[in-house]
Every structure is written in structure tokens, then in C-alpha cells.
């Protein structure tokens, strides 16, 4: 097989956008392997301990942290470490945890809602990735005071860590028709507008060949239309489009990054176990 190669066919503008892009030359369990690692390994920040002051509002304390937990956090591996391997031992520092206040309180004759962008951030590169998720609907005469402190984690210990709401492959699909004049109905029937009818010319044409989920929709069409050969669809599981939409605390670009060099380091590890037992095998044959 040729080299991996990747082209980039939709680049996020954005920390919130999603990137597709294509592997070539690749097998599907390499492109798996990827997107898990994306989904349960990358680390992100989560608010994981909530300390209540005051809470007079009639939502329980676990609702509340509940809720905070869920909001993204824009994250910089670069500057924290994960709690547990922090060089102050899993007290909590700078380095690997980041405080958030909340401080919200209604009259007697207001209610309000509190948003995700009440949180006050001790560091403002390490806040809410957006600022109107709703926390809680206060109604008059109520306070709510409470400090949030967020960490690294991962997916795989809880979902609120995810880098990412999708990380999903398919294989690459190639389509391939007849310049003949045809039925629109064979156009009409794709439900992702991959496909358009040429009024003019009475054929069709390929517009968004990388929408194409392979539904083969087109081709039931093409066949009760009684043109079964003017379309063919067809797809290469060594050719995948990868689609990348983070949640918004790691861009979707560094997301696909760091799950590389996870998989990078886990191959090292293993090379090293294997000629650490090759040796030994070898110790024991002498
Ligand atoms: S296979 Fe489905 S998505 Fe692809 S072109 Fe045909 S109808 Fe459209
Ligand atoms: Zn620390």
C-alpha cells in the first residue's frame, strides 16, 4: 500500500468548528483506532468538585454540579497537567486546576436565568466555551454562591471530559455516471443533495460528492426509472473521510493531533515491551 496521505476538505475557521478530511491509503482500523482514542483519551477540561456557600435556590447542590460538569471548558494542554501526576501531588495548583466562582443573587421582585458565562474564571484562556448555557432559573429572593474547580480528564472516566460530541469515519465513495440524458427523479431521490439534474442537458451531475453517506438511494431510483447503469456507486475502505466536531475546549485540529501521538506513543511502548521480551526469551534459552 502507498503512503498515508491526508487532504483537508473542510478547515475549521473556528475552535467550534468541525473538520472532514480524508485519509488515503489507510484501513479502517487505523481510522477506528483514531477516533476512539479522539472520544475516550484526549484530555479536556471539566469542572469535577463544586463547593457550595449558599445555595437557596430549590435546585439540589448535585443538580447544580451536574450541570456545571457539562460545560465545555476551552483547555491548553500545553500549560496543565493532569492532577494526579501534578508535582503537588493531587492538592490542586495552578498548574492543574482552574477555579471558577459564581456568585448570583435575585431581589424580591426578579428572577433571572444564570448562564455558563456567569462563571468567573480565575484564568480567562480557561473559561466556558459558550456563554449561554443555562445553569438554573432563580426565582425572587433567592442566592446562589458556589466556587467550581475544573481538571484534565478523559472520556473514558467520564463523558464531560469528550474533546468531541462526533468523531466519525466512512469510507470514501466514488460515483460514477453516464453522460446521458436520464430521469430527474434519479437526482431527486438523494436525500444529501450530492446530486444534481441538468435542466439543459437532461443529465446529472456530481455537486457534493463528499456528502454522499453511500444510502444508495440514487441507485433504487435509477433502477425503477429503468436506467439501472447510468449511476454507479461504489466505496474504498482504504479511502476514509474522518469528521471531527469538538465540543469546543480543544480545537478540532489539535484534537486529531494529540490522539496521533497517543496512538504514536502506545506503538513505542509496545516495541519496547516486545524487545524487552524478546531478550528475555532469549536470557532464557542461554
Ligand atoms: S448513495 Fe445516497 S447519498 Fe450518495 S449520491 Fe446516492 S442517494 Fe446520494
Ligand atoms: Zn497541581
Known sequence: MDEIDVVIFEQPEEDLDRMRFIIRNTIPAFVNALRRIMIAEVPTLAIED????????????????????????????????????????????????????????TTEDESMV????DLNSTDPLLAPVHD????????????????????????????????VSTASYQYMPSIEIQPRKTEPEIAEACPRGVLMYNEDSE?????NLYDCNLCMECVKAAEKADDPDVIRVDSSPHNIIMTVEPTGALPADEIVFEAANILKERASTFIEALKEAITKKEEVKQ
Open 50 to 105: 463544586v463547593i457550595f456557600l449558599e445555595n437557596t435556590t430549590p435546585l439540589q447542590d448535585e443538580f447544580i454540579a451536574h450541570r456545571l460538569g457539562l460545560i465545555p471548558i476551552s483547555t491548553d494542554l500545553s500549560i496543565l497537567n493532569f492532577k494526579e501526576e501534578c508535582s503537588c501531588e493531587g492538592a490542586g495548583c495552578p498548574q492543574c486546576t482552574v477555579s471558577l466562582t459564581l456568585e448570583a443573587e
Open 114 to 117: 444564570v448562564y455558563s458565562g
Open 132 to 163: 449561554k448555557i443555562p445553569i438554573i432559573k432563580m426565582s425572587p429572593g433567592q442566592r446562589l454562591i458556589l466556587e467550581a474547580i475544573a481538571q484534565l480528564g478523559t472520556g473514558k472516566e467520564h463523558a464531560k471530559w469528550q474533546p
Open 203 to 207: 443529465t446529472i451531475d456530481v455537486v
